[in-house]
C-alpha cells in the first residue's frame, strides 16, 4: 500500500477528518484501525455513508491504555492494572469485542498477565 505509486494518498491530521472527507466524496477509500474508525463512525452517525470493507491486514497494532503523571489516579497504577488483568480473565474483555466486532475474529493474544506494566516514562 504505502509503496505503490499508482495510488493517490493524502494525510490528514485525525481520523475524525478523513472520514469525514471519505462520507462526502473527496476520497474513495481510507486504511485506518477498527478500533479508531469504529468508534469515529458510531460517534458521529455515519453508519449510513460509510461501509466497512472486510479486510484485515496481517499487521497486528497493540492498543495501550496509559495514565498521565499528573493523573490523580496515577497513585492506583497498580489497583487499575489488577482489574484490567481481571476483566480479561473472566472474558469480559472477549464479551466486549463480540459485542461491537461480531463479524471479526480476534487475534489470539498473550494472557494479559503477560503484558509487562510500563514504568512511568521520567521527566528528568
Known sequence: FDSDPS??????????????MLEVGRIDTIVGSDANADY????NNMQDAIIKAPFRS????????????????????DR????????????????????YWPDVIPVDLPQL?????TPPISSE
Open 7 to 20: 495510488l493517490e494518498k493524502y494525510e490528514a491530521g485525525s481520523e475524525i477528518l478523513i472520514l469525514r
Open 113 to 117: 498477565d503477560e503484558f509487562p506494566v
Open 40 to 43: 469515529q463512525i458510531r460517534k
Open 58 to 77: 496481517d499487521v497486528h497494532n497493540d492498543i495501550h491504555m496509559a495514565l498521565s503523571r499528573k493523573s490523580s489516579l496515577i497513585a492506583q497504577q
Open 80 to 99: 487499575i492494572v489488577k482489574i484490567m488483568r481481571d476483566l480479561h480473565k473472566e472474558g469480559f474483555i472477549q464479551k466486549i469485542h463480540e459485542l
